[in-house]
């Protein structure tokens, strides 16, 4: 008797929690590159994908990588995954649950008998804790890992490439993780991470692209002056402009569809309470799926710091740390993932995605759709990190669909 | 020859810069309570006193007191002085002028056979560097000194009467360092330390009060969330709830006359480019001669902290760390110094002080008056801390012209 799509969903939720038990740190769940749960969380996934009758291998950055492929099906495949590391102190969902629902998938498609052959990669490393740089494993995947990398050391001073020949695995065989030519393409379900699904009161949503990312510092310089003697009108205080223009931040943010703009940091000098501040140092970042408009935002902003300035006797100075273009997902993909949720009873939205995830990197290789599903709390990098059943239940219902689309219309398949 | 003001003005300077060169850090004045070169300052002090036929002693918290008693005067006398103690890596006139020219004016007295007892004092301590208690000196003139302080500690263990003690003095007999109980008045001149002289054009000032102070902190909390992943409307921002109200501040102290309002101080958790900020506490430091306007603006800022709390479903709290009333000037003193200004030919520029001075705690006690002047860049605390000459001359010629008038016009002087 073939399982329930709730049987499912609790299945994949009770094997996050098991692979969640798999950490550095007792009682918490932390999980970097190619640590020691590592290989435990391999071992585990290797068998479920054995059961399956999946073709596994970790490939040269320690990605765990199992292939399905229906006798007399094509060699065109669809790749299914995501991340199995984490943050320090992380939840057991992010990343994780996209890889427990893939074995769920394969195996809907074997019952279904879907002539569709489908790769599930675990991805090694996406978070970017261990070596201060994230996507190590999708970066392998699609063909653009920088092998300079190898030599990076971790904060124990323990290299990369050492990192990886300690698991059995050859760096010099990175060229080889590349995707097969025959990927057709890339889905990887993810929790959304923040708090819009909940607040619209949806389970799952169309993943439009990921933000293009502008992040920088803006620093107002004025004069410190004793608080007490100095009169407003003889002040040129940094604080007092920095403050103005992240009302300003806000307000634009407020009244530009989709525009993320966060003033997270701010440090100001001398920073003690009788004298007027005569330095702020103020962080930007700002995020939107159109490039334009984000760029358009920025200039904005900047333009009214500048105003600010001058009407305050100030001097105002930007400089920008990281500037990251959009990546929109595969039109054709995202058109059916939609479908899928149409089909399966699901309202279609789409959004975009505020944060990187693994399909980023992929898009650039191959066309990538992503699935997002709601997070309670829109709580995510915390223990507190959650995922409703039925929530998890729609994603699968969602993706089975997708992957029964793929395998009855792709023109690419020789059934 | 008597020497002109011109003369005695560069002289006083002179004496400062002289004074400057006795530090504990070459190359920079810094002189806390006590501490060798007050030993020095003492030793050219009481020289300079006793060439001026003055009664020398240095009282039991190291106050060095010199007291002009003229030949057939009454016992009713005129204080004068200022502090000899330092910020680290100070000005060379904060304080150590309003000592040189009480010299200064000790001898013009003299000349001019004034009938009027004058009484010097240099107060060992003002700024509270060593024991963190500022006006060690004037507080045990004003017989207000607690002597629990005795017990306590500088960063290096040694205990405040241990220290009054390495100068041979006796901390037992601190009660004995009280103003005479024939004092008619206590006369401070202090450069201004701030930027209102200069930005008015105008060399001296009466000072009306001191101001009263209210410090404390604000803390707004809303929620941390990840920049990327949590649109506007979904976001309680404590710093942007902060900066709203930043801006309040300022605007109140714009369109209150003489209210000094000042968030000097600014921290926000969790201080990172992208998380929007949970907590922001700034601190609020507000100023105003007179009580109630002060203690009316505290409440319309805490009203408008609520009111942006509640808008943006933050929460604030309000922490008051200190709450000093204003101190006015004795009025008839400062009655009598503003006709020596009108007299000597400057306008009757009265301005409270933003700071505090021993004026303050000897108000308490006996009848008061303070003379300000001009601040070269309202610089202060600093090494720059300048004064100009001529400043200094006018400063001694309504000072000389205010002692005439106390000498001439006291009923309680027997001569």
Redesign the interface.
């Given at each position: 008797m073939n399982k329930t799509m709730r049987d499912r969903a609790a299945r994949a939720i009770a094997e996050c929690r098991l692979i969640a038990t798999m950490s550095e740190e007792p009682g918490h769940i932390t999980r970097r590159f190619l640590t020691p749960p590592v290989h435990a969380v391999h071992a585990h996934l290797r068998a479920r994908m054995e059961a399956l009758c999946m073709t596994v291998h970790t490939d040269a950055v320690g990605n765990l990588r199992g292939l399905w492929q229906p006798e007399g099906a094509g060699p065109k495949r669809l790749v299914l995954g995501s991340h199995i590391d984490t943050v320090p102190d992380a939840g057991a969902f992010d990343g994780v649950l996209g890889v427990t629902l893939a074995l769920e998938l394969v195996e809907i498609a074997q019952q279904q008998q879907l002539a569709l052959p489908i790769e599930i990669i675990a991805f090694s490393e996406e978070e970017g804790v261990r070596y201060g740089v994230p996507f190590l494993g999708s970066r392998a995947v699609a063909g653009i890992f920088d092998e300079t990398m190898l030599a990076y050391e971790d904060a124990d001073g323990v290299r990369m490439e050492d990192t990886i020949r300690a698991l059995g695995l050859n760096p010099a065989k990175l060229a080889e993780a590349a995707l097969d030519a025959n990927t057709l393409g890339f889905l990887e379900i993810h929790i959304?991470?923040?708090?819009?699904l909940e607040?619209e009161n949806l389970q799952v949503a169309v993943v439009s692209a990921i933000?293009g990312?502008t992040?920088g510092?803006l620093v107002f310089t004025g004069h410190a002056?004793?608080?007490?003697?100095?009169?407003?009108?003889?002040r040129r205080?940094a604080?007092?402009g920095?403050?103005?223009w992240?009302?300003a931040v806000?307000s634009l943010?407020?009244k530009t569809d989709g525009?993320?703009?966060?003033?997270?940091?701010?440090?100001?000098e001398p920073?003690?309470?009788?004298?007027?501040?005569g330095a702020a140092h103020a962080?930007?970042?700002l995020?939107h799926e159109n490039d334009g408009i984000r760029a358009t935002a920025l200039k904005e902003l900047l333009a009214e710091a500048q105003a600010i300035a001058a009407r305050r006797s100030l001097t105002v100075e930007w400089a920008e740390q990281m500037s990251e273009p959009a990546v929109p997902m595969d039109p054709h993909l995202t058109h059916l993932l939609a479908e899928a949720l149409e089909a399966t009873g699901f309202p279609t939205k789409t959004m975009p995605?505020?944060?990187g995830h693994d399909a980023m990197v992929l898009a650039a290789r191959v066309p990538t759709a992503m699935l997002f599903l709601r997070s309670p709390g829109?709580v995510?990098?915390h223990p507190d990190e959650a995922v409703r059943e039925e929530d998890v239940e729609a994603a699968l219902q969602v993706s089975a669909k997708f992957l029964e689309q793929i395998a009855a219309g792709c023109p690419t398949l020789a059934t």
């Open positions: 959304e991470q923040g708090p819009v607040a933000v990312q992040r510092a002056n004793h608080a007490g003697t100095t009169p407003f009108a003889l205080d604080l007092a920095a403050a103005e992240i009302v806000e943010a407020q525009l993320v703009a966060t003033v997270g940091k701010i440090t100001i920073n003690a309470a009788n004298v007027v501040p962080s930007l970042d995020r995605s505020g944060a829109g995510s990098h």
